[in-house]
DNA sequence: ACTAATGCGTCACAAAATGACGGATCGATG
DNA sequence: CATCGATCCGTCATTTTGTGACGCATTAGT
C-alpha cells in the first residue's frame, strides 16, 4: 500500500505545464516525506502513471522533465452539479472583472466544470443552459489585454520582493519609456484593470503602472527597497489612487426615491443600516449611514430625475450645482 | 498496476460530504469501467484508501456508506501561486456578486488557495496580503440571505424540471403565502440576487420570485410544464424583466466628457468599437456603437456634469429633459 | 426463525514491486 | 577527443502486496 500512496504524493509534485520537475528532484523531495523508495523505482512510478494519468515528460538531453498536461485539471470529491453551476457563474461574472491574464489560471477549472455540465445535459436532456441566465446592470466592458509573460512577472516580482526593469507606454499612443530600476510595491485590481504601485531608482514617491501598457517587463536578481512607513492600504486610502476615497467618516445620507426606481433600494441596500420609509405620493425615502465617495455620487446620479439628495446639506449642494452646469450645458 | 488505477477510480466515485456511495454500488459502476474485481477487493481498497484520504463511512445496519470528509478540496495539478492568487481576488469579487448559498460550493477551493498563499507567506515571508489589495467602485451592499436548503432545492427543481410548492413573503414584512403548484422555468442572476421565474399552477403567465423570500420550498414528485414558446432568453428580453431591454438595436453614441472624466475611457472602452477624439479646451469626444438600456443611461448619468450627451438625438432629449426635472426639483 | 445482504478474517496462490547491477546515452569538461 | 558524472533502462532474484475463495458473524426485512 505504500505503493500507491507514494505515487499519490509523486502525482502532487508534479507541476502544472510549464514549469516541471526530474526525476532526481522528486526523490529528493520523497525523502523529506516519511516514505522513500530508489530512484529506480520512481522512474518506474512514472511510467506507470503516464498509462493512466494525463502527464508527459519533455527529454533534455539524458533528464526526463515531467509535468500535467495543458489543460487538465482534477479535482476530489469531483465536482457536483452544484459545484459546477457555481463555476459557471464565476466565469459569467469574473471575465469582465479579472483580466484574461488572470482569468486563464482558472480555466481548466472552468472546462472542468462545463465538461460535468455537458454530461449532465446529455443525461437528463435538461438543457440547463436555456434555464440560467446572468443579467448584467453593467454596461458591457472589454479587458485591455496584457502582454503575455508580464503578469506573471510582475507577480513574481512583487509576491518577493524583487526588483524589476520595464518598459512603459504612458498613453496608448505614445511610444515606451525605459524604466531601468522599478521597486514595485504593491498591486491594486479596480475593475479589470490592474495597477502596479512602485517607485523608481532612489526616487521614494509611489508611481501608478497599468499592466496593459507594460510593454516589456524583466525581473531583477536584487531585492526591492520599500518607503519606510508605506502600507499599500494606506497609498489606497491616502486618494493618491485614482478614485480618492475623500472623507473615510460616515455620513447620514437622506434620499427622495421615485417609487419605481426604489424597487432596486428594497432589494439591494446600500450598507448595513438603511431605513426605508413609504410616503403616499409615490416616494421613498431612503436613509442611511454611507461613505461619501465617487462610487456613492455616480450611483446616485445614475438614478437621474429619480431620485432627490436631502441630506447632507453639502451633497445636497454638490448635486444642485451639478445641475446647475448640466442645465447651461444641455441649453 | 490496475491496482492504483481502480482506487483512483473509487476515490473518483465518493461523492463530497451530504452525499455517499456503498461499496457494492462501487462495485456495479466498476463493473461499466474496463476494470472489474471482487467485491471483497473494493471493501479492502477503501479501508487502505481511508488510511491516507481524508474519506470516511457512516455505517447503517450492515451496509458502509462512504464520502470525503466535509470542505476537503484536492486539485490535481496541485494550485500553483498564481492560481491560488487568482482564486483569493476571485473571492473577493465574488461574494458581492453570489449569493452566499452558491459561493459555499467553491469554499473548499478558497480554502484551498489560502492555505496555499499561507505556506507561501510562511516561506518567503513576502507577506503577499500587504501587496494585493480589490478596490472596489460600487457601492457595498450586502446580501440578502436565503434560507437554508433553498437554494439546492430550486436549483435541483429547475434543472430536474420538476413542480415545487412553496412559501413566498412578497414583502419582507408581509406574511409567507403559499404556492402549491409551481412550475420552474428558470434562474435569473441579477447582481447577487436571484430570480426563480416560474408559473402557478394552469396559470401560462411567467412569475417572478426572489430566492431569498422563499421561507420554504419542496420538490414534488410531478415533472413541471413549460409554456409553448417560452425562452428564458426570450422572457429577459421581453422588457418584462426587472431591467427591460428597452431596445436591441445599436445607435451611434456621441458625447463629450471632461478630460479627468476621460480618463476612464481611455482604459475601459465601452464596447469594442469605441474612438476618441481629444480637444484642446480639455474634453474628450466618444464614439461608440453601444445598445441603450438602463444601464447605459446609469452610466453616463454618474457622470454628472462631466459629460455631455450629443448624439442620437432622442438620448439627448431625453438627458435635457431629467436636467429640466431635476432642476425643478433641487429649486 | 429464516433469508438475503453485507462485512470481515484467513489462507494459499498469483501478481506486482523492489533493489541491485551493469550497459547505454548524452552533456560537460579540459 | 577522451573522460566523468548523471541519468535512464533492462533484467533477475527476492520480497511484498494483491487477490479470490470460503466460511463465519451480524443485521434488516419478511
Redesign the interface.
Known amino acids: 500500500?505504500d505503493?500507491?500512496?507514494r505515487?499519490?504524493l509523486i502525482?502532487?509534485m508534479?507541476?502544472?505545464h510549464g514549469?516541471s520537475i526530474t526525476t532526481s528532484q522528486i526523490a529528493e523531495r520523497l525523502d523529506t516525506e516519511i516514505d522513500a523508495r530508489t530512484i529506480r523505482s520512481i522512474q518506474r512510478d512514472l511510467v506507470?502513471?503516464e498509462?493512466?494519468f494525463p502527464i508527459t515528460f519533455v527529454q533534455e538531453g539524458r533528464t526526463f522533465h515531467w509535468?500535467?498536461n495543458e489543460g487538465?485539471?482534477?479535482?476530489?470529491?469531483?465536482m457536483?452539479?452544484?459545484?459546477a453551476?457555481?463555476?459557471h457563474?464565476?466565469r459569467?461574472?469574473?471575465t469582465s472583472?479579472?483580466p484574461t491574464s488572470?482569468?486563464r489560471?482558472?480555466e481548466p477549472?472552468f472546462q472542468n466544470a462545463e465538461e460535468i455540465l455537458a454530461e449532465?445535459n446529455e443525461l437528463?436532456l435538461?438543457h440547463?443552459p436555456?434555464?440560467?441566465?446572468?443579467?448584467?446592470?453593467?454596461?458591457?466592458?472589454?479587458q485591455?489585454s496584457i502582454m503575455k509573460g508580464v503578469?506573471?512577472t510582475v507577480?513574481n516580482a512583487?509576491?518577493?520582493?524583487k526588483q524589476i526593469k520595464a518598459s512603459y507606454r504612458k498613453?496608448?499612443d505614445e511610444a515606451a519609456q525605459e524604466f531601468s530600476v522599478l521597486h514595485?510595491?504593491?498591486?491594486?485590481?479596480?475593475?479589470?484593470?490592474i495597477y502596479l504601485i512602485a517607485t523608481e531608482g532612489n526616487n521614494l514617491i509611489p508611481l501608478r503602472f497599468?499592466l496593459h501598457r507594460i510593454v516589456e517587463v524583466m525581473l531583477l536578481e536584487k531585492s526591492a527597497t520599500i518607503p519606510e512607513g508605506f502600507?499599500?492600504?494606506g497609498y489606497?486610502e491616502s486618494g493618491e489612487?485614482?478614485?480618492p476615497v475623500m472623507k473615510v467618516e460616515n455620513i447620514r445620507l437622506k434620499a427622495l426615491f421615485q417609487r419605481k426606481a426604489s424597487?432596486h433600494l428594497?432589494?439591494?441596500?446600500?450598507?448595513?443600516k438603511v431605513r426605508l420609509k413609504e410616503f403616499d405620493d409615490d416616494r421613498v425615502l431612503l436613509e442611511a449611514e454611507?461613505l461619501v465617495n465617487?462610487?456613492?455620487?455616480?450611483?446616485l446620479?445614475?438614478?437621474?430625475?429619480e431620485v432627490?439628495v436631502l441630506a447632507p446639506e453639502g451633497l445636497?449642494e454638490e448635486?444642485?450645482s451639478?445641475?446647475e452646469?448640466?442645465?447651461i450645458?444641455?441649453r
Do not use: N
Not at 158 to 161: C, E, I, K, P
Not at 301 to 305: M, P, S, T
Open positions: 500500500m505503493t500507491l500512496y505515487r499519490w502525482l502532487k508534479l507541476p502544472r514549469s506507470e502513471l498509462r493512466h509535468c500535467w487538465w485539471q482534477f479535482t476530489f470529491p469531483v457536483d452539479l452544484h459545484t453551476l457555481t463555476f457563474l464565476v459569467e461574472y469574473i472583472l479579472l488572470s482569468v489560471f482558472l477549472f449532465y437528463t435538461a440547463w436555456d434555464k440560467i441566465r446572468v443579467v448584467s446592470r453593467k454596461v458591457k466592458i472589454t485591455p503578469t506573471e507577480y512583487v509576491l518577493m520582493g498613453k496608448d514595485p510595491l504593491g498591486l491594486v485590481f479596480v475593475e479589470g484593470l497599468l502600507t499599500l492600504q489606497i489612487f485614482i478614485y424597487a428594497h432589494e439591494i441596500p446600500i450598507t448595513g454611507v465617487r462610487e456613492l455620487r455616480c450611483w446620479r445614475g438614478f437621474g430625475a432627490e445636497r448635486f444642485k451639478t445641475v452646469r448640466l442645465k450645458m444641455y
